[in-house]
């Protein structure tokens, strides 16, 4: 079965700093990969997704992600954090076809002045 | 506007009582999905339905029931063999139709459900 880890569960940087977070999967093929995003109490709300084709992503809120075979690895970036990226971020893998997908269990992001 | 709604926003329920959060959306996906999130363990499947009067469990089946009789609506019901139902619930969907490789899913805003 896949897996997936997101091994920071806590992030703090300072606004204007810039910002990645790790995602690990464990499958033996290339699955699809996506991260969410999530304000308190709120659902989910897609950033980017990888499916295939060009291995850097780009995404809503100038957020990119680089897909890396060798690693197993689909780490997620800004440039420069703003205080409103304060969220909870979820890396996720779709094996695809009839398969389910599976989520990590999140990075809590935490923006300082 | 498209999109998915769950209601009610929170809710509570005695031990021993069945509830059932609710689930609807306008977007015409074929899929849907009901998850269940705890603090430090992600997201967990409980049931998905790719078809409507057709569904699967998913991880953590054991406590809940679906329906799927409307393409729009999958309620989920908490029952009270639960046995620990305190939790945040959230619905998704996607336009996934079999054989579809993959496609992504849209969530709900979610229900909080506290059991007293």
């Known amino acids: 079965a896949q897996s997936v880890t997101q091994p920071d569960i806590h992030i703090t940087v300072s606004e204007g700093a810039s910002l990645e977070l790790r995602c690990n999967y464990s499958?033996?093929?290339?699955?699809?990969l996506f991260w969410y995003v999530q304000s308190p109490g709120q659902g989910l709300q897609l950033l980017l997704k990888?499916?295939?084709?060009?291995?850097l992503v780009q995404g809503i809120k100038g957020f990119e992600a680089e897909f890396k075979r060798s690693q197993s690895s689909f780490n997620l970036r800004k440039p420069s954090v703003h205080w409103s990226d304060a969220a909870e971020y979820f890396c996720?893998?779709?094996?695809?076809?009839?398969?389910?997908?599976?989520f990590g269990t999140g990075t809590k992001l935490q923006v300082i002045p | 506007d498209g999109g998915i709604t769950q209601s009610p926003k929170y809710l509570f329920r005695k031990e021993g009582q069945n509830v059932t959060l609710s689930c609807e959306q306008n977007?015409?996906?074929?899929?849907m999905y009901w998850y269940r999130q705890d603090p430090g363990q992600g997201l967990r499947l409980i049931y998905y339905?790719?078809?409507?009067?057709?569904?699967q469990k998913g991880d953590i089946a054991e406590g809940y029931s679906v329906s799927r009789e409307k393409k729009e609506s999958f309620p989920l019901t908490v029952t009270s063999a639960q046995k620990n139902p305190t939790a945040f619930y959230l619905c998704?969907?996607?336009?996934?139709?079999?054989?579809?490789?993959?496609?992504?899913?849209?969530f709900g805003p979610g229900t909080r459900l506290t059991v007293l």
């Open positions: 499958y033996g093929a290339t699955p699809y």
């Open positions: 990888y499916f295939s084709g060009d291995t």
């Open positions: 998704a969907s996607s336009p996934k139709q079999a054989g579809v490789e993959t496609d992504t899913q849209y």
């Open positions: 339905s790719q078809i409507v009067n057709d569904f």
């Open positions: 996720a893998v779709d094996p695809g076809g009839y398969q389910k997908v599976t």
């Open positions: 977007l015409n996906h074929d899929a």
